[in-house]
């Protein structure tokens, strides 16, 4: 990618991870580059095609984040990973909050299917599921769809994050005693 290119998309890249599809406006885009309206044009014909080089971009982010999560190997490195990328993971939060767009359900499901499997090995440490991945998987799924619901750039922050994961912990460990409590007793 060129570096006028490159310069556009990290723009546009933000703009769309605090704001949605309607924080790309050219005009805007423009006076943020130094460039004229005629540049982008020409680089990128509209918005439809900024939009998609955007979705590109994203996917090409999720398998670098992927790659670090998949290297992690405690909460406090994935702690870490995450508020590096936050404009990533913002980004990811608009397209789940707009997925009637299919192009963004589509570039939201290809980003789970290349965060889930990197993340699960310390997804299970962090929340006391090592010996049931099944059962690690099904939270983080549910968790997930629940931290883009929270998120926002001003809650993910370390103490967020913190608390997040604890609150999973603790709910982990109710089931786990609920479950031990049915297997004794028999009631539900």
Known sequence: MKEIEKTWIE??????????????KIERLSKEVGKNKSSFYHLFADLEVF???LLKYHLHQA??????ESNSENERE???IILKHKI???????L????ENKEFENCFNKTNQISVPAILPVWKKIIGLSENTSLAQMVLTLSLENFYLQITGETLNESWLKSYFSNIRQMVAHFRQ??????????V
Do not use: C, M, W
């Not at 723009?11 to 790309?24: D, I, M, N, T």
């Not at 398998?63 to 670090?68: G, L, N, Q, S």
């Not at 789940?96 to 997925?99: A, G, K, M, N, P």
């Not at 609920?178 to 009631?187: E, L, Y």
């Open 51 to 53: 939009t998609e080089r």
């Open 88 to 94: 990533d993971l913002l980004f990811n939060r608009q």
């Open 78 to 80: 994935l702690i870490d």
């Open 96 to 99: 789940r909050v707009h997925r």
């Open 11 to 24: 723009k546009g890249y933000r703009f769309f991870a605090y704001e949605g599809p309607s924080g790309l």
């Open 178 to 187: 609920s479950q031990n409590t049915i297997a004794i007793d028999g009631s």
């Open 63 to 68: 398998k670098i984040i992927a790659e670090k």
